[in-house]
């Protein structure tokens, strides 16, 4: 693997993450208590042994730098790195990124200087574990220009995605972006040429892009500098290849969610909690998924009901009930307070108990989710400051609202409260 550099797309603003992404970069979004969606890529990269890493971004990028700069210190004996590119504006090139491909070819320059035989260009919000290896090895024994690993989908799902279909030896040879009634059925295909089982073809006969690609070199760097108005891989660069070169399908039968979505990042995070065998796990010694090491404390819990969730380290709980929720690093939980169906990511931060005490006695909030507290169905970001008494259960059942001003959103039902939001004492969301 040596031959090969991988770049992790980082996305544009993150408008469907928003607020989320308010403060941070797409791939900086803190998941599953105590790591961030570019821990994801990063580590299968790691785990298959691919070292040079280069993550492209343009938005908000300040924390992510942080968070790769305190992570991922490979030694001084390998070349090994993984760095962040953002966005520049250069006399050849005076724009922002306009799209996937667009964001690869900006750097062309300093891509080319590299010696490898494959690119390999991956997503930063999606959630799955994957062995880059083998994807590779399937691209070099085809011979293929480009290989795309593809998901096997059933009929229900199928409309919601860009299908391909393939030949009797696994070459892509058409594409639709979602189709619906005949179109959709033009594209079915056997996937059992791609490894399935006769059963699991029946009941999956189409195939979906998942946004991760190899590349030979000189394939990519030709496609980007006959195709500068194209700006995006998935929806115009490799359908437009497909035609004159050999574009492959690599088919991966596990877990895998993209995760760009409000709904689809809180369902994705509390179906960890589920028991015994969540759908993705981060229990796998063999293939771990890294992050920062913070050195924290182990979490302390006096006088609690905890069911079906997880708690992060260094958090501090007194006389409270968690049901189903994730809580990230330094959470503070106070008494007689209920957290239902709910992700908390947590602070930065330990507030000292005597600078506690100041603010309670001054009237402001401390850092955490004060006394006797209702949260259910929510989305509370970093450094919140939740009063007592205060309910946020979405009592109107309200889709939609945009409350920047009063410190949260909701999205698709969930209520998103800001990072270092302030919700005051008695309020009822």
Aim: aromatic letters at 10%; a negative charge; one cysteine or more.
């Amino acid at each position: 693997m040596k031959k090969v550099l991988a770049i992790i797309l980082g996305g544009g603003a993150g408008t469907r993450l928003y607020p989320l992404t308010k403060l941070r970069a797409k791939p900086a979004v803190p998941v599953a208590g105590k790591y961030r969606l570019i821990d994801i890529p990063v580590s299968n990269c790691i785990n298959s042994e691919i070292f040079k890493i280069y993550v492209l971004t343009q938005f908000n990028s300040a924390s992510l730098n942080r968070h790769i700069a305190r992570t991922y210190n490979f030694s001084g004996f390998s070349e090994g790195f993984v760095e962040v590119l953002a966005a520049q504006q250069t006399p050849e090139n005076p724009n922002w990124f306009q799209g996937t491909a667009d964001a690869v070819r900006q750097y062309i320059w300093m891509l080319q200087e590299w010696d490898v035989d494959e690119f390999l260009i991956l997503s930063g919000d999606h959630l799955y574990r994957m062995d880059y290896r083998q994807f590779i090895q399937r691209h070099r024994e085809t011979n293929a220009d480009i290989t795309l690993s593809v998901i096997p989908i059933d009929d229900r799902r199928a409309s919601d995605f860009g299908l391909m279909k393939i030949d009797n030896s696994g070459r892509v040879i058409d594409f639709s972006e979602k189709p619906k009634g005949e179109a959709l059925a033009q594209m079915r295909v056997d996937t059992t040429v791609l490894g399935l089982t006769p059963e699991q073809a029946a009941s999956q006969p189409y195939i979906a892009s998942m946004g991760i690609y190899v590349f030979k070199k000189d394939v990519l760097f030709k496609l980007l500098k006959e195709s500068v108005e194209r700006t995006d891989f998935g929806k115009e660069i490799i359908p437009d290849a497909a035609k004159d070169h050999n574009v492959q399908a690599y088919l991966f039968d596990d877990y895998w969610e993209d995760i760009g979505t409000i709904e689809a990042f809180y369902n994705a995070n509390l179906a960890l909690t589920q028991q015994p065998m969540p759908p993705f796990s981060f229990y796998d010694e063999e293939a771990p998924i890294y992050t920062r090491a913070r050195y924290l404390p182990p979490t302390k819990l006096l006088d609690c009901h905890v069911t079906e969730s997880i708690i992060g380290e260094g958090c501090i709980l007194k006389n409270c009930r968690i049901q189903h929720s994730v809580l990230g690093v330094r959470s503070r939980i106070e008494t007689g307070c209920v957290i239902e169906e709910s992700l908390l990511m947590g602070a930065d931060f330990y507030q000292a108990s005597v600078e506690r005490q100041c603010s309670i006695d001054k009237g402001d909030i401390p850092v955490g989710i004060g006394p006797d507290t209702i949260i259910r169905r929510a989305i509370i970001d970093k450094n919140a400051r939740i009063g007592h008494d205060v309910k946020i259960i979405n009592k109107d059942n309200v889709q939609e609202a945009d409350r920047e001003s009063q410190g949260f959103y909701i999205r698709s039902g969930i209520v998103v409260v800001l990072k270092n939001a302030v919700i005051t004492d008695g309020t009822i969301i």
